[in-house]
C-alpha cells in the first residue's frame, strides 16, 4: 500500500515539474516577439505575441464576446481570421460549422498570435465599452438568486438594447488565480442609463457566482464590459410569447419595462418556469406589467409545489403549461432564456404550435 502512495506521489510530482517546464519554455523559447493585428483592413495594433488572440484584443479594449471567460466553450467568441491562423484546432471544431471553416471563422479564445494577424470583428464591436462601477444594492431574490444594482461610474452611463447582457469581471480570489469574465443579461430597463442590475443564481462551485453571493457587497468597486447580444425585441406587430426560468427572468424583466415605458400594446403571455413557490420572485413587480401593458399576462407556473405552498396557479412542467394554454400560432414571436435543457423542449412545443423556428430567439445560460 505504502509502496502504492510512493509510486502515486512520484508520477504526481514528475508531471508538476513537467508543467511547470512546459510553462517557463512557452514563456521564454516559444517568445514570438511584437507582432501586427490588422483589423477590417483599417486598424493596425502591434501587441506582444504568445497570448490568446481574445485576450490580446481585450487589452486592447476591443471586447468580443466571450460568455464562458474563454473556456472554449460557449462558442461566443468567433472572429473571421484571413491571415496567420494556422490550421483550426480540435478545441474549435464542435463550436464551427462546415461554412464557417469554409469562411476562416475561428474561436479567438483558442488561438494563440503567433505571427502578424488579419482579421475581421462586426463595427458594432467597436461600441462594446469597459465600465467601471460600484455595487449600490445587493437583495436576495430567493434562496439561490440575488440581484445586484451597479451604479455605473466611469463612463457613467450605458446604452443598450432591451434584453442585451454584459460581461462581468470576478477578480482574483480565492476561486480564480486571475479574473474572469461571465456574461449576464441586464434586468433594468434601459432608460435608466445611469445603472445596470443583475439576476444571478448561486452555481455550486461556479467561479464568478460564488464571488457573487458570498464575497461581493454593497458599497464594493466593480468591472463590467459590454453589452453584447442578439436577444431583443424584434420591431413587428406578431404577438409575443415569452418563457424562462430562474435568472432567465433578467431580459424579459428588461424588454417587459422598456415596453411598457414605450406603450408597445402588442398581445403578450409570459410563461415563468419554477419549481415550489421557494423558486418564485419579483411575483408583485411581474403582474404589475398587467396593468402597465394593454395586453399582457403573466403565467407563472410550479413543476413540484409543495402541499403547504397552497399554490392555486399553473402546475406541470412548462412545456405542459404552455401546450395548455398558448393559443397563438403562425404571427407570433418567442423569446426564451432559461437552461439550455428548457429551451430546446420549448421550441418542440412552440414549433408544433405552429410558431416558425426563425421568429425563435433566446439566449442559453450555458
Ligand atoms: C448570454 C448569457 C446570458 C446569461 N445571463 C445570466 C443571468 O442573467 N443570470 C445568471 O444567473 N446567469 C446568466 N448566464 C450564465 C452565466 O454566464 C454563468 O455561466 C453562470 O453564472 C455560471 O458562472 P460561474 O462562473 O459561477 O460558474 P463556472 O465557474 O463557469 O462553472 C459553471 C459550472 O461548470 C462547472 N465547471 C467549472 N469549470 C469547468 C470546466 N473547466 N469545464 C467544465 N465545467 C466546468 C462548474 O463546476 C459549474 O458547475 C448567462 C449566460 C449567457 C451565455
Ligand atoms: S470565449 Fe467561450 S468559446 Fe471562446
Same mark, same amino acid.
Given at each position: 500500500?505504502?509502496?502504492?502512495?510512493?509510486?502515486?506521489?512520484?508520477?504526481?510530482?514528475?508531471?508538476?515539474?513537467?508543467?511547470?517546464?512546459?510553462?517557463?519554455?512557452?514563456?521564454?523559447?516559444?517568445?514570438?516577439?511584437?507582432?501586427?493585428?490588422?483589423?477590417?483592413?483599417?486598424?493596425?495594433?502591434?501587441?506582444?505575441?504568445?497570448?490568446?488572440?481574445?485576450?490580446?484584443?481585450?487589452?486592447?479594449?476591443?471586447?468580443?464576446?466571450?460568455?464562458?471567460?474563454?473556456?472554449?466553450?460557449?462558442?461566443?467568441?468567433?472572429?473571421?481570421?484571413?491571415?496567420?491562423?494556422?490550421?483550426?484546432?480540435?478545441?474549435?471544431?464542435?463550436?464551427?460549422?462546415?461554412?464557417?471553416?469554409?469562411?476562416?471563422?475561428?474561436?479567438?479564445?483558442?488561438?494563440?498570435?503567433?505571427?502578424?494577424?488579419?482579421?475581421?470583428?462586426?463595427?458594432?464591436?467597436?461600441?462594446?465599452?469597459?465600465?467601471?462601477?460600484?455595487?449600490?444594492?445587493?437583495?436576495?431574490?430567493?434562496?439561490?438568486?440575488?440581484?445586484?444594482?451597479?451604479?455605473?461610474?466611469?463612463?457613467?452611463?450605458?446604452?443598450? *438594447?432591451? %434584453?442585451?447582457? !454584459?460581461? #462581468?469581471?470576478? +477578480?482574483?480570489? =480565492?476561486?480564480?488565480?486571475?479574473?474572469?469574465? @461571465?456574461?449576464?443579461?441586464?434586468?433594468?430597463?434601459?432608460?435608466?442609463?445611469?445603472?445596470?442590475?443583475?439576476?444571478?443564481?448561486?452555481?455550486?462551485?461556479?467561479?464568478?457566482?460564488?464571488?457573487?453571493?458570498?464575497?461581493? *457587497?454593497? %458599497?464594493?468597486? !466593480?468591472? #463590467?464590459?459590454? +453589452?453584447?447580444? =442578439?436577444?431583443?425585441?424584434?420591431?413587428?406587430? @406578431?404577438?409575443?410569447?415569452?418563457?424562462?426560468?430562474?435568472?432567465?427572468?433578467?431580459?424579459?424583466?428588461?424588454?417587459?419595462?422598456?415596453?411598457?415605458?414605450?406603450?408597445?400594446?402588442?398581445?403578450?403571455?409570459?410563461?415563468?418556469?419554477?419549481?415550489?413557490?421557494?423558486? #418564485?420572485?419579483?411575483?408583485?413587480?411581474?403582474?404589475?406589467?398587467?396593468?402597465?401593458?394593454?395586453?399582457?399576462?403573466?403565467?407563472?407556473?410550479?413543476?413540484?409545489?409543495?402541499?403547504?405552498?397552497?399554490?392555486?396557479?399553473?402546475?406541470?412542467?412548462?412545456?405542459?403549461?404552455?401546450?395548455?394554454?398558448?393559443?397563438?400560432?403562425?404571427?407570433?414571436?418567442?423569446? #426564451?432564456?432559461?437552461?439550455?435543457?428548457?429551451?430546446?423542449?420549448?421550441?418542440?412545443?412552440?414549433?408544433?404550435?405552429?410558431?416558425?423556428?426563425?421568429?425563435?430567439?433566446?439566449?442559453?445560460?450555458?
Amino acid at each position: 500500500m505504502n509502496e502504492l502512495i510512493q509510486a502515486v506521489g512520484i508520477l504526481s510530482a514528475i508531471s508538476a515539474v513537467l508543467s511547470l517546464l512546459m510553462v517557463i519554455a512557452d514563456r521564454t523559447i516559444a517568445n514570438y516577439g511584437e507582432v501586427t493585428i490588422t483589423i477590417n483592413d483599417e486598424k493596425k495594433l502591434t501587441v506582444q505575441g504568445g497570448s490568446t488572440l481574445l485576450s490580446t484584443l481585450m487589452s486592447e479594449e476591443i471586447f468580443i464576446p466571450s460568455a464562458c471567460g474563454g473556456r472554449g466553450s460557449c462558442g461566443f467568441c468567433k472572429v473571421r481570421v484571413l491571415e496567420g491562423a494556422g490550421d483550426t484546432l480540435p478545441t474549435e471544431l464542435p463550436h464551427l460549422s462546415e461554412e464557417e471553416r469554409r469562411n476562416s471563422i475561428r474561436l479567438s479564445c483558442q488561438l494563440k498570435i503567433k505571427k502578424d494577424m488579419k482579421i475581421e470583428i462586426p463595427e458594432e464591436l467597436f461600441n462594446v465599452k469597459q465600465f467601471r462601477g460600484v455595487v449600490a444594492r445587493i437583495r436576495d431574490l430567493t434562496y439561490d438568486i440575488k440581484e445586484i444594482t451597479i451604479r455605473l461610474l466611469e463612463p457613467a452611463e450605458i446604452s443598450f *438594447k432591451a %434584453g442585451q447582457y !454584459v460581461q #462581468l469581471e470576478t +477578480p482574483e480570489y =480565492e476561486l480564480a488565480d486571475e479574473p474572469v469574465y @461571465r456574461a449576464y443579461s441586464v434586468s433594468s430597463a434601459p432608460s435608466r442609463k445611469d445603472l445596470v442590475e443583475l439576476e444571478i443564481r448561486r452555481v455550486p462551485n461556479g467561479i464568478c457566482t460564488t464571488y457573487v453571493h458570498d464575497y461581493l *457587497k454593497e %458599497g464594493a468597486a !466593480v468591472t #463590467l464590459n459590454g +453589452p453584447y447580444g =442578439e436577444f431583443f425585441l424584434r420591431d413587428s406587430t @406578431r404577438r409575443i410569447v415569452f418563457i424562462a426560468g430562474g435568472s432567465g427572468n433578467a431580459p424579459i424583466k428588461s424588454i417587459l419595462s422598456d415596453m411598457a415605458e414605450k406603450k408597445i400594446g402588442r398581445k403578450a403571455l409570459y410563461f415563468f418556469g419554477a419549481r415550489t413557490t421557494k423558486d #418564485l420572485f419579483l411575483q408583485e413587480e411581474m403582474k404589475a406589467f398587467e396593468g402597465q401593458l394593454s395586453d399582457f399576462t403573466y403565467i407563472p407556473a410550479l413543476s413540484e409545489p409543495a402541499e403547504e405552498d397552497n399554490w392555486g396557479g399553473e402546475t406541470g412542467l412548462i412545456t405542459d403549461v404552455i401546450d395548455r394554454r398558448l393559443d397563438m400560432g403562425e404571427e407570433t414571436e418567442a423569446y #426564451l432564456c432559461g437552461s439550455p435543457g428548457m429551451i430546446a423542449a420549448c421550441i418542440k412545443v412552440l414549433t408544433a404550435k405552429g410558431i416558425p423556428e426563425e421568429r425563435i430567439y433566446y439566449d442559453k445560460f450555458a
